[in-house]
T-cell receptor
């Protein structure tokens, strides 16, 4: 089955700096890659996603890139703010067959220092 | 508010006991997913239901079972509880099980086994 590796497990940056979180996946059939943000005491919330027919997607300060050949994708947050502090999860999903579940990485705890 | 409701929010029970966690998906969502979140394992996929039928199984123990009812709410039953079952249990829902479908997460049920 699918396996998703996520690095780093913790990341500390100064406010205004950029943050990059990287994930690799094992199943070449995966074709949907969302990123979730989980704040303390809350459930994960989707912040951006990318499909396998696209190499890059941006939404304001957040961008995601996908390299299908290398089977890795990354989250880029620019001009970080203290409210970006949270745990970020990448995930991979394979449409087709009988499975449509999301497989998550183990998460990255991002701390943005004022 | 994601629109996914989980009850109870907190549950404390003794080893060997049985508990039931409940999830009401967003209106119109047919797919329900259950995830277990522990500190060292991240978000582990347990099981998925689509319109009342089991669609995918992940790392779900034989002591655990789930079902989705005709009104689309779902219950996760955990029996013969052990200390190691203490975790956050999340339910997520999506409109369908297919490609690029955003999954919306509930606030979770924190289970503590003592």
């Amino acid at each position: 089955g699918e396996n998703v590796e996520q690095h780093p497990s913790t990341l500390s940056v100064q406010e205004g700096d950029s943050a990059v979180i990287k994930c690799t996946y094992s199943d070449s059939a995966s074709n949907y890659f969302p990123w979730y943000k989980q704040e303390l005491g809350k459930g994960p919330q989707l912040i951006i996603d990318i499909r396998s027919n696209v190499g890059e997607k941006k939404d304001q300060r957040i961008a995601v890139t996908l390299n299908k050949t290398a089977k890795h994708f990354s989250l880029h947050i620019t001009e970080t703010q203290p409210e970006d502090s949270a745990v970020y999860f990448c995930a991979a999903q394979n449409y087709g067959g009988s499975q449509g579940n999301l497989i998550f990485g183990k998460g990255t705890k991002l701390s943005v220092k004022p | 508010d994601s629109g996914v409701t989980q009850t109870p929010k907190h549950l404390i029970t003794a080893t060997g006991q049985r508990v039931t966690l409940r999830c009401s998906p967003r209106s119109g969502d047919l797919s329900v997913y259950w995830y277990q979140q522990s500190l060292d394992q991240g978000l582990q996929f347990l099981i998925q239901y689509y319109n009342g039928e089991e669609r995918a199984k992940g790392n779900i123990l034989e002591r655990f079972s789930a079902q989705q009812f005709p009104d689309l709410h779902s219950e996760l039953n955990l029996s013969s509880l052990e200390l190691g079952d203490s975790a956050l249990y999340f339910c997520a829902s999506s409109v369908e099980q297919g490609f690029g479908t955003e999954a919306f997460f509930g606030q979770g049920t924190r289970l503590t086994v003592v």
